[in-house]
């Protein structure tokens, strides 16, 4: 198979983009389809796994990793690695113990946890060498004793030398041309004016570019510049020492250090694979026990996605052999690479851009796809197709996937459709899973007459003249060659005449065979027509139940937060009355007017509610009503559908209109010529603020401590309700910041609970 033929080529070097070093895309490089099931099984298997992490997990660190082949290799012949090859070494330890952490964190991906398995631990060889290296790739003091010392001996060495050439320029000075000292050929110099070269003890190593000046090591130099020399000598016979000490290390470890870069470049494979798979939406194909093919919403992978068109292929029993047919420029061609192409792939172990994926073992895959003349061999392009052809029917097997593209084209039209016949009919007996593509209308009818030959076709907009490239099954197409070259202005007098032609020449059954294929077309197009309504209609439906249960789940949301508003009210309305009725039972009998006002309080709250209103009532503004579960009455002071606003006795509580009902306002009493000392009226035995918002709330608290303060209360109950807690943290706060609260805490058994806070006045503990 030509990898070229069918662009895989193209797919691997796509692939190589996601590799992370170089022998991750020479294995990307060396990828060719293998016929092998088991080895096909397995690659698939490796490569579904390594997506599912990459998903999951993202990719397997590969930082620390190339290929340090040639290092290890000069290694293992005794060969002295510099400090660089090393340091690169050196890294792929961290890179394993890397890879075994990835392997601790993730699941679910046995057969590449397989491949990080195999890894070899080469740790300790990494921190021998990073001992004596550092990452700037210099060997260090601490590499051993001697080199520390030798470095000490040096740098003492270089001071002296400094100083020696400091005092030398200070006494010479006249004779120098610059105060700075130089360095030639590894000793220290001074720069002396060429006319005192003669004049001045020592050895010349050369002028100046300007001629001015003479690199001069003075004589009381020479000996140190030796002695340096010497400390240099010996400090690199140190380091080369050290060098090759760690490269007898490893040579050691030459084989652990060989399978792991191995492993990590099937590793940096099976990821890039990964990698590529994600960004193209693909899946890992299914190996099929029949001859079942099978690719849903198949898009060519170097198509641009945003224009690439999805079709889905199918291939099963009792068909054997598909048979495409259709315009010009409509896609036939890109519908027999892309099913060989995904065939490649798979067996290749890459997932393919497709939705769901089955395949045969094929043994084999041949194509005659595309121009194959030679000019070198004397090739026309009909005897290269010709030779392609005789090649393919000697091999094809019936395990063979064959691809043939223009089947019988380049030679006299009637000859060819022979041959192609004749080359479909011997390639069935074979049994092969054949892709043709062909424009033969005796093809086209041959292929009818077969049962086991499933005609296709690519769609041809004859509105806008333009190919959709939709594959349409079942149905056999045009070539739409007048059309096409109407559509590029070829004269109409000749497409006239060429269609003329055509119907003169045409037998019956080709004319019948036009009119079946264009019902056929006809009936499919309304059926995908009908189809689309279909599921527009279905889309709609969804939508509509969608929002018929946001309403229905709006009104339960709705009923649960009245329902859970109405039992607040409820329970602190209990509270109240079980406050009221305790307070009844320990009222002193020496003060009848206190235990009169309770008993009335008690049986307010103890009456039956009055019958509840019809539907029909209607609620204005400053009408006086009763709130029927509650037994309170007072006047509305703001109204929102439903939602009503009662102030009851200097409270403002929030009910709907279905829970109040209308009632007569009491008369006021006649004030009486009586003196009273404190409150006109008695002070209710709590404070209720439920239904209030918190700016509400408070000031009905300020006036009621004011009014308890007044009335000499040391006790007085706040009832806020439970609900979320708000209005509670509210009235706590301001409760805190009050002068004359001295404590506050929540209610007990028999006082409200949490839906009560009982506060204590200053100077009336």
């Known amino acids: 198979m030509d990898e070229h033929t069918l662009e895989l080529d193209q797919i691997k070097e796509e692939i190589k ?7 991750g895309k020479a294995r990307i490089d060396a990828l060719t389809p293998c016929f092998q099931k088991l080895y096909v099984e397995t690659q698939l298997k490796r490569s579904n796994d390594a997506l599912s992490l990459l998903y999951r997990y993202g990719t397997i660190p590969f930082a620390g990793i190339s290929d340090i082949t040639p290092y290890v290799e000069a290694a293992g012949k005794d060969a002295t690695l510099g400090a660089y090859e090393l340091y690169e070494i050196a890294r792929q330890g961290h890179a394993v113990r890397a890879a075994f952490a990835y392997r601790k964190a993730a699941v679910d991906g046995e057969s590449v946890f397989e491949l990080i398995d195999a890894l070899i631990e080469v740790l300790p060889l990494s921190r021998q060498i990073e001992a ?83 690199y001069l090591e003075p004589q009381c130099l020479l000996e140190l510049n030796n002695r340096l020399s010497e400390i240099r ?30 492993t990590f470049a099937h590793l940096d494979e099976l990821f890039a694979k990964a990698w590529w798979a994600k960004e193209h939406d693909g899946v890992i194909a299914a190996l099929s026990e029949t001859a079942h093919l099978y690719f849903k919403n198949a898009r060519h992978p170097l198509i641009d996605q945003k224009k690439v068109v999805a079709n889905t292929y199918e291939i099963k029993a009792p068909h054997h052999a598909l048979l495409i047919t259709g315009s010009n420029t409509g896609g036939k061609t890109v519908t027999l690479k892309t099913i060989g192409l995904f065939v490649a792939m798979s067996y290749c172990g890459i997932a393919v851009p497709c939705d769901e994926a089955i395949i045969p073992m094929f043994d084999a895959i041949y194509a005659d796809i595309g121009d194959h003349q030679s000019i070198a061999e004397s090739l026309s392009t009909f005897s290269a197709h010709i030779k392609r052809l005789a090649q393919i029917c000697e091999d094809a097997t019936a395990h063979s996937l064959v691809l043939l593209d223009e089947l019988g084209s380049g030679t006299d039209p009637k000859e060819g459709e022979a041959l192609a016949v004749a080359i479909l009919e011997h390639l069935r007996k074979r049994n092969a899973m054949i892709v043709a593509t062909t424009h033969y209308s005796n093809v086209k009818v041959y292929g009818k007459n077969c049962n086991d030959i499933l005609l296709a076709s690519v769609a041809f907009d004859m509105d806008t003249m333009q190919p959709t490239y939709r594959y ?31 119907d003169a020449h045409r037998s019956k059954e080709e004319m019948l065979l036009e009119t079946i294929e264009q019902q056929q077309l006809d009936l499919l197009l309304e059926k995908e027509k009908l189809m689309k309504q279909e599921q527009a209609l279905l889309h709609k439906q969804e939508e509509l139940e969608a929002w018929k249960q946001q309403l229905e789940a709006r009104g339960k949301a709705q009923e649960a937060r009245e329902q859970r508003a109405f039992d607040d009210l409820l329970e602190d309305a209990k509270a109240q009355m079980d406050a009221i009725i305790e307070q009844a039972k320990q009222a002193d009998e020496s003060k009848p007017h206190r235990y009169h006002e309770l008993k009335r309080q008690l049986a307010q709250m103890e009456s039956a509610p009055d019958e509840a209103h019809h539907d029909d009532v209607s609620f204005a503004l400053g009408d006086y009503v009763k709130l029927v579960e509650l037994g309170y009455h007072g006047e509305i002071i703001s109204m929102q559908k439903d939602r009503v606003c009662v102030l009851c006795n200097g409270m403002k509580l929030n009910t709907t209109t279905a829970k109040i009902t209308h009632m007569q306002k009491p008369k006021s009493a006649k004030a009486k010529n009586v003196h009273t000392k404190g409150l006109s009226k008695p002070l209710p035995l709590a404070c209720n603020v439920i239904g209030c918002y918190v700016d509400e709330a408070l000031p009905i608290i300020d006036k009621y401590l004011d009014n308890a303060i007044l009335a000499h209360r040391n006790q007085v109950r706040i009832i806020h309700g439970s609900g979320t807690g708000a209005l509670r943290k509210g009235v706590h706060a301001y409760l805190k910041r009050h002068p004359k609260v001295s404590e506050f805490r929540l209610g007990q058994e028999g006082e409200g609970g949490l839906g009560a806070t009982i506060v204590t006045l200053k100077g009336k503990k």
């Open 17 to 23: 983009r996601y590799c992370a070093f170089s022998l």
């Open 132 to 214: 004596c290296i550092n990452r700037n790739y210099e060997v260090m003091d601490q590499a051993s004793s001697e080199l520390a010392r030798l470095r000490r001996k040096l740098s003492s060495m270089q001071g002296e030398i400094a100083a020696t050439a400091q005092r030398y320029i200070a006494k010479h000075a006249a004779s120098l041309t610059d105060t700075i000292t130089a360095i030639r050929g590894d000793r220290i110099c001074v720069l002396a004016k060429v006319s005192e070269k003669n004049h001045l003890s020592g050895l010349v190593h050369g002028e100046s570019a300007s001629h001015q000046s003479v």
């Open 233 to 262: 000598q010996q400090e690199q016979e140190e380091v080369n020492r050290i060098l090759y000490a760690l490269s007898q290390q490893v040579k050691t470890n030459r084989d652990a250090l060989l399978a792991n870069l191995d």
């Open 472 to 502: 349409m099954e079942g149905v056999s197409g045009t070539s739409n060659a007048f059309a096409i070259a109407g559509r590029y202005a070829l004269n109409e007098a000749i497409i006239k005449r060429a269609q003329y032609f055509k």
